[in-house]
T-cell receptor, first 112, second 113 residues
């Protein structure tokens, strides 16, 4: 079936390094993508989104890249901090759908 | 602005007992969702609602029922709890069905023994 997935279940980085979290999607009709951050014991929180008519969007320390040719989405976190340690989920939705489809998540650990 | 509030935050049930999880949102959102989250499984949709008085099945609806009698509330019921329903449950709401993302609650951790 069509789903959103992630290349790596875990990622460990040093504080101050840049992090890249990847996501692959299979539905070419998907037109909106979101990255969520979930800290331990909390609900997912919206980080950044991107629509299919864009290939890059920047936020504060975060950048999302969308490559529609290979159906790939990535989240880049600059100067990763201990507070960035969390599970990161990508999610997609396509026109006419009433619900997001979530990937399984990547656990990011930032080492001091 | 409280956003999405879930009650209770924790609960332990015995097999066969029933309970209701309450989700309340104060953003006047039309869409509401119930997910369960298990280790390594990500978020799986149980049921959702596209407006007051409506409900629809998600990916894993068996063993659960829902009601949306008021726009701001979405109730998730377990009629006869089973150990397989041990999970963390998240409620979410959206104004547009996901096109600007969801707002999630902080979760309910349910253990069925």
């Amino acid at each position: 079936g069509e789903s959103v997935g992630l290349h790596l279940p875990t990622l460990s980085v040093q504080e101050g390094d840049n992090s890249i979290i990847n996501c692959a999607y299979s539905n070419s009709a998907s037109d909106y993508f979101i990255w969520y951050k979930q800290e331990s014991g909390k609900g997912p929180q919206f980080i950044i989104d991107i629509r299919s008519n864009m290939d890059k969007r920047q936020g504060q320390r975060v950048t999302v890249l969308l490559n529609k040719t290979v159906k790939h989405l990535s989240l880049q976190i600059a100067a990763t901090q201990p507070g960035d340690s969390a599970v990161y989920f990508c999610a997609e939705i396509w026109g006419g759908s009433e619900k997001l489809v979530f990937g399984k998540g990547t656990k990011l650990t930032v080492n001091p | 602005n409280a956003g999405v509030t879930q009650t209770p935050k924790f609960r332990v049930l015995k097999t066969g007992q029933s309970m209701t999880l309450l989700c309340a949102q104060d953003m006047n959102h039309e869409y509401m969702y119930w997910y369960r989250q298990d280790p390594g499984m990500g978020l799986r949709l149980i049921h959702y609602s596209v407006g007051e008085g409506t409900t629809a099945k998600g990916e894993v609806p068996d063993g659960y029922n829902v009601s949306r009698l008021k726009k701001q509330n979405f109730l998730l019921g377990l009629e006869s709890a089973a150990p397989s329903q041990t999970s963390v449950y998240f409620c979410a709401s959206s104004d547009t069905g996901g096109n600007y993302g969801y707002t999630f609650g902080s979760g309910t951790r349910l253990t069925v023994v």
